[in-house]
């Protein structure tokens, strides 16, 4: 929680104008409704979908916590695009790995929801940033879903989905410990912080306090990131750690 005001202070400074938060909001109905309400504080809309810890029952109860205190805290598992001047983020709520849900009633996607995605992207005026939980299957040492075990945890159906439906972005917050950085889309090039470039996945890492190992050798203690579009197509993004 004293990250997440760091955080509302920082976008606030920055005048950021949307927030997203891309799963694991908590483990309960209480964590989720906290959190979404003190990132209601900037004062923007603020974006949240489910990732794989959270069940559906107490997820649903505490957005609805949130939204009945701030009507600008939008349910990304409900609305699917948004729809901006410069890019237009699309949702994809869970994870598609149904061994890895920490709850019973956990939110699995399944190809008929990519293929939902596939068509609000290719319908799309702007270019697409794609938002979920996990990310596509990578290769490389530098891939943002290699996991500390060594194994590369991304869904191939996102793979394709991004070729097919040509999406220049995609922010994943899963696996935590390959984040802080952004690469292309098949992971092989780590892309460069704080240029502008026409395509970047990018995995901001953990927000919460609790120390995690990263793969490159640093621990977290609270990450996320700030990143700005242009109307000309091209984003850039900036890692902040706590």
């Not at 990250?3 to 976008?11: E, G, P, Q, R």
């Not at 938060?21 to 409704?33: A, L």
């Not at 050798?217 to 990143?227: D, E, F, I, N, P």
């Amino acid at each position: 929680l004293a990250n997440i005001d760091k955080f509302v202070a920082m976008f606030k400074e920055r005048k950021v104008d949307l927030v997203l938060v891309t799963g694991d909001v908590g483990m309960n109905e209480t964590d989720v409704s906290t959190v979404l309400t003190k990132l209601a504080d900037v004062k923007v809309p603020v974006v949240s979908i489910m990732g794989n810890r959270e069940g559906i029952a107490f997820y649903n109860a505490g957005h609805k916590t949130a939204n009945a205190a701030a009507a600008h805290v939008l349910d990304g598992n409900k609305v699917r695009k948004i729809d901006t001047d410069f890019v237009d983020v699309i949702t994809l709520p869970g994870y598609h790995d149904v061994n890895y849900l920490h709850s019973e009633d956990g939110c699995a996607y399944t190809e008929a929801d990519v293929a939902a995605v596939k068509d609000l992207a290719t319908k799309s005026d702007s270019p697409v940033v794609l938002m979920a939980h996990g990310g596509p299957l990578q290769t490389g040492e530098q891939a943002i879903d290699l996991s500390s075990q060594g194994k590369h945890a991304g869904d191939p159906k996102l793979s394709t989905l991004i070729k097919d439906a040509s999406i220049k972005f995609g922010f994943f917050g899963n696996i935590h410990e390959a984040g802080g950085k952004a690469t292309n889309l098949e992971g092989t090039e780590v892309v460069k912080a704080g240029e502008f470039h026409p395509s970047f996945f990018l995995n901001p890492g953990p927000a919460d306090a609790m120390e995690w190992a990263m793969n490159d050798g640093s621990v977290s203690k609270g990450m996320g990131a700030l990143v700005e579009f242009t109307k000309d197509g091209t984003g850039k993004f900036e890692v902040v750690k706590f």
